[in-house]
C-alpha cells in the first residue's frame, strides 16, 4: 500500500492535485521501518544501475533517513526511490523507449528540486563514502 500511494502522491504533487487524502492515509504507516527495508533493496540496483545513477538515489535515502525532513517530503523520497528501482512503470521502456525513461528522470529530478537543499556536505560525504564501498575507491583526476 505504501508504494502504490507513495507513487501516486508524487504524481499528484507534480500534477499539482490536492495530496492531503492520500497524506492521511500514509500517517499510521511507520516510515523507519520501510526506509531500512528500501536501504537493502538500493545496493542490488545500484550495482546494475552504475555509480552515477544510485549518487542521487542515496542522497535521496540519507535525506529521507534524516529525521528533519518531514513527512511529506520522506514519502515523496520513497516514492521517487522506489518508482526509479522497480522493475515496472506507469510508462513501459520496452514499448515507449525514451518516454519511458523520462518518466524515471521527472521523478528522480522533481523531487531533487524539492530536497536539493537538505543534501548536506556530510549526506554527501556519507553517499561517496558509500559509493566507495560499492564500486571501489574513485579517485579525481585532475589536469593542469
Known sequence: ???????????????????????AKLKHVDLRAKINALGDKLRPWALKAGRVAARPMLQFFYVMSDERTSFLDKVLIYGAIVYTIMPMDLIPRSVFKLLGVLDDGVAVMFVYRRVKDRITPDIRSRVEERLDEWFGVEYDIIQG
Open 1 to 23: 500500500m505504501l508504494i502504490a500511494l507513495s507513487i501516486l502522491a508524487l504524481v499528484y504533487v507534480i500534477m499539482g492535485k490536492d495530496i492531503k487524502p492520500i497524506v
